[in-house]
C-alpha cells in the first residue's frame, strides 16, 4: 500500500561540544567531547523522548566520542542499549577540519564563498565530496530501514548526516542541504515508505 510506512527513524544530533561555540569543521571521531551544555541538552531530549511513552525498538549511534557520550545519557534514560555504526561518521573536512569560518576565510580567502555557492562542485582538499557523502549516507539509511521493518528507530549522529537525510527525503538539492538547521541535542524525526519519505519535524528543542 501507498501509505504502509516501512521505518520511522528519530534523528538526535548530539549535545554541545567547544567546537559547537566555535563553529569548526571537525571530523575527528576521538574529540573533542561533550561539555556541560551538550550534556544538559541531550538530558533534555532524551527526557522528551522518555516521557512520550512511545515504544523505541533499538538505538543506533555514531561512533563519535560526542555521539557515543549522548547515546550514552540516552540508554540510562531510557533503560535501552544501542549499537555503534562506525560507518555513520560526518563529512571529511580535508584541509578545513578543526578550522573555523574565519580561521578558513585567512587560509583560504574565497573558500567558504565557493562552499555556500555551489557545494556540488566544491570541495576543499581532501574532504569528501558532497555526492559521496550523500550517497554513503543514504546507503546506511537504506541498510537499517531493511533490517528494522515497521520499527520505530533513533539514531544519534552528527547535524551532516541530517542534512543529508533530510536533503534526500524531501528531494531537495545538495546545493541547498546546509540550509537545514540541525541544532544540538535535537530531534529530526522521517517516517519512511516504500518509495518516499516523509519529514515529520525538524530540528525540534524540547521547551
Known amino acids: 500500500m501507498f501509505f504502509q ?101 585567512t587560509k583560504f580567502p574565497g573558500n567558504i564563498e565557493q562552499y555556500y555557492k555551489d557545494a556540488e562542485n566544491f570541495t576543499p582538499y581532501g574532504g569528501e565530496n558532497i555526492f559521496d557523502f550523500s550517497n554513503r549516507i543514504n546507503n546506511i539509511i537504506n541498510d537499517i530501514i531493511a533490517q528494522n521493518s515497521h520499527k520505530r528507530l533513533v539514531i544519534i549522529t552528527h547535524g551532516e548526516v541530517i542534512q543529508a537525510a533530510v536533503a534526500r527525503a524531501i528531494n531537495l538539492s545538495l546545493n541547498d542541504s546546509f540550509k537545514i538547521y540541525v541544532p544540538s541535542g535535537s530531534a529530526t524525526q522521517i517516517s519512511y515508505f516504500k518509495d518516499w519519505a516523509s519529514l515529520i519535524y525538524s530540528g525540534y528543542i524540547p521547551s
Open 5 to 105: 510506512r516501512k521505518c520511522k527513524i528519530t534523528f538526535i544530533k548530539h549535545g554541545a561540544t567547544i567546537n559547537t561555540e566555535e563553529n569548526r569543521f571537525f571530523d575527528n571521531e576521538d574529540f573533542p567531547p561533550l561539555n556541560e551544555t551538550g550534556k544538559s541538552e541531550i538530558e533534555r531530549i532524551s527526557k522528551w523522548i522518555d516521557n512520550r511513552g512511545l515504544k523505541i525498538d533499538k538505538i543506533y549511534t555514531s561512533s563519535a566520542l560526542r555521539c557515543l557520550q549522548s547515546a550514552r545519557i540516552l540508554s540510562e534514560i531510557c533503560n535501552q542499549d544501542f549499537e555503534i555504526l562506525p560507518d555513520l561518521t560526518s563529512r571529511k573536512s580535508g584541509i578545513w577540519s578543526g578550522l573555523s569560518l574565519d580561521e578558513i576565510e
